[in-house]
Each structure stands twice: as C-alpha cells, then as structure tokens.
C-alpha cells in the first residue's frame, strides 16, 4: 500500500499594499499647493509606518511620499524638515532606487550651504562670531549630504569652500578681538578652532601662536593695570590685578606659550611687583614692602641688572623692618616687660633667617644681621644684669 502523498499547504497570501496619497500630494506638488501636501503626506506615512499599521505600503511608494513631502518642505523654507524627510527617502528606498533620492538630498545641502556662505560673507564688519556661526551650519549641512552621497564631487568641493572660510573666519576674528583686548572671547574662540578634528594641520602652528598672544596679551594687560592703579594709589586693586596676571601664568598649558613670550610675561610680573615693593620703601611701610619684593626676586626670565633693582629695594625693606623691630625691642627691654621683647626678638632672627631662605646674600644683609645682633645681645646683657 503506497504512502499518502504528502499534504501541500497553500502559501499565505501576501498582505495587500497599504495605498498611500501618493498621486493626490503629486498633483497638489504641482500645483505649488505644498502646506496642503505636508497636510496631507505626514499623517498618512504616520499611520502606514506605525506599530498599528496592518497593511505595508510598497517600498517605491514610501520613498516617494518621503521625496515629495521633503521637497515641499524645502519650498517652504524648512530645510531641516526636508533634509530629515530625504533621509527617510533613501532609507525607505529600494537599493536601486536611492541614487535619485541622495542626489535630491545632495542638492539640498549644497543649496542651503551656499545660503549660509553668503550670509556670512553678507555679515556686518565686526560679526566675526556669527559669520563662524553660521559657516559651522554650512559644514554640518555638507557633512550630511557627503553622509547620503559620500561620492558627490560637488558637494565635497563646496565643502572644501567652505572650511577655507570658516578657518580665515575664526582667523580674522580672533585677531580682532586680541587687538580690541577681549582675550577671554578670543581663546575660546581659537580653542573651538584647534578642537574641531578638520582643522588643517598647517594653519596649527599659526592658531597656537594665536592662542599664545591671548595669554600674554591679557597678562600685560593686568600687570599695566596694577601699575596704573599703583599710581593712583590704589594698592589692593593693583595687588589683585597681579595676582591675577600670575594665575593666568601659573596654569596655562606648556605648549600654550613661546619661551619668550613666557620671558616677556614674567618680566611684567616682576615689574609689578618690584613697582610695588619700592613704592612701600618709599613710604617709610618696610614691613609691607617685604612679601612683594620677595615675591618679585622668585620669578624667573629676569636678567640680573633688574633683578639688581629688586634686590636693592629689598635690601633697604629688611633694613628698614630690622631698624624698626629693634627699636621695639630696646623699648620693650626698658620697660621691663621682658617676654614681649624676647617674642619681638624671635621675630627678628625669624626674619634674618627667611631673608637668607629667599634668595638674598650674607653681603646684602651684612648690615641688617649686624644691627639685629647688636639689638639680640644688648637683650642677652640686659638679662644677666
């Protein structure tokens, strides 16, 4: 007895082909009637894509509607709707079908990009930022359209246009802004600069030096400032500007400055410091004058004819405070109260010791350690007797 033939399930009918308004949103394209298109295109391709849907509308007829939609879109003026909507074309497309769509997308970025170029060549004298602003736009679009279409020459000179803009830009307002002295504004401007991963490796050398004259620029422009207030005897503005013009010093990157440009920015410091420092001499205030010349005699860069100047002034400050201790000390003595001139004592050696810590000579501070012996074992005598 032969075997039964095997049973033949039927195939499963294919679903039918959600019908789209495909042919209504062409004729209202053609009719330049494109809010009614976007009226009409958006909810329906809502409803054949959702999770809700039952039917699958044909791949051809999707792209379609997308290319449609985009194209209104555009027409309109939004561009970031059509851009998103040529996307949706070349994605739905059948392969042989998406070259179409990408050169539409293509033609999108290259058009809306040449608009962002002329605006920006369009900008008022002075609009440096918002000319960056939007030659940035103008890449993001092309770097799109190159996404879609890696292949389209047209879109990749237009991008190779644009990027020469964008780097003499931020050049040309970079330097305006040094030459107007907004250093802040120009350092983020020439930091967002080197940080884009297209920035050209030959113009790198030119934006460091850039970025470099920012520091210095801002540098002198507080060590100035401090002398200026300096003159108007506004000593707590000038010593603020300074201690400012050295944090700027103290944290920018090594290779963020020249060694002379570095050089020139300590000898602004040590000027400020020293021009302080002198100006307390002047004023009979030793003990004030001290910190600031010791400051001054750290820094580094100075050539040794002004550091002589600091030396000097310091010198004179210790002199001064030994003159001024041990006389303090002579009273104290006298009038018997014995522990607060050996305490005024004790800060006197202190003194002596920090002075040879700090950088100055036992030749400078012959005098000063000969007078504050004199004072200590005048102290010692008076205590035996």
């Known amino acids: 007895m032969s075997a039964p033939a095997p ?24 009719r330049q009637q494109y809010q009614e298109v976007v009226a009409t295109a958006e909810p329906a391709l809502q409803r054949a894509l959702g999770e809700g849907a039952t039917m699958t509308p044909r791949a051809q007829d999707v792209a379609k509607l997308w290319s449609v939609l985009a194209l209104s879109r555009q027409a309109l003026g939004d561009e970031e709707g059509a851009l998103s909507a040529f996307e949706e074309a070349v994605h739905a497309a059948p392969e042989g079908d998406r070259v179409s769509y990408q050169a539409q997308m293509a033609a999108l970025t290259v058009s809306v990009s040449r608009q962002l170029l002329a605006r920006a060549e369009q900008a008022a004298e002075g609009a440096g930022e918002e000319q960056i602003r939007r030659l940035k736009q103008a890449t993001g679009w092309l770097h799109q359209g190159l996404a879609a279409a890696p292949s389209n020459a047209e879109l990749a000179s237009a991008l190779e246009r644009v990027r020469h803009a964008l780097w003499t830009s931020y050049n040309q307002t970079a330097s305006a802004l040094i030459q107007r002295q907004e250093f802040h504004r120009a350092r983020r401007l020439i930091r ?14 030119h934006f460091t030096e850039l970025l470099s004259a920012t520091f210095t620029g801002e540098i002198g422009q507080l ?26 010093l103290s944290t920018m990157p090594g290779d963020a400055i020249t060694p002379k440009r570095r050089e020139d920015a300590n000898r602004r410091l040590w000027w400020g410091y020293t021009k302080l420092g002198m100006r307390r001499v002047e004023g009979g205030e030793y003990e004030e004058a001290l910190e600031p010349l010791f400051h001054a005699l750290k820094i580094g860069d100075i050539d040794p004819e002004r550091q002589q100047e600091t030396r000097e002034a310091l010198v004179r400050a210790v002199e001064g405070v030994t003159d001024a201790r041990g006389g303090e000390i002579t009273r104290l ?31 400078e501070l012959s005098l000063a350690l000969t007078k504050a012996r004199r004072v200590l074992e005048g102290l010692e005598r008076a205590a035996d007797t």
């Open 7 to 30: 049973s033949v399930r039927p195939a499963a009918p294919r679903p039918p082909a959600a019908e789209l308004p495909l042919d209504e949103c062409l004729g209202l394209h053609e």
């Open 192 to 205: 967002e600069a080197l940080a884009d991963e297209d920035f050209p490796g030959d113009r790198r050398e």
């Open 223 to 248: 060590t100035a400032s401090a002398i200026r207030t300096l003159e108007d005897e506004r000593e707590r503005e000038a010593v603020s500007f300074l201690e400012r013009a050295e944090g700027i």
């Open 333 to 363: 003595a006298k009038d018997g109260n014995r522990s607060a001139a050996v305490a005024e004592a004790e800060r006197l050696k202190a003194l002596m010791r920090e002075s040879l810590e700090r950088g100055l000579s036992q030749q």
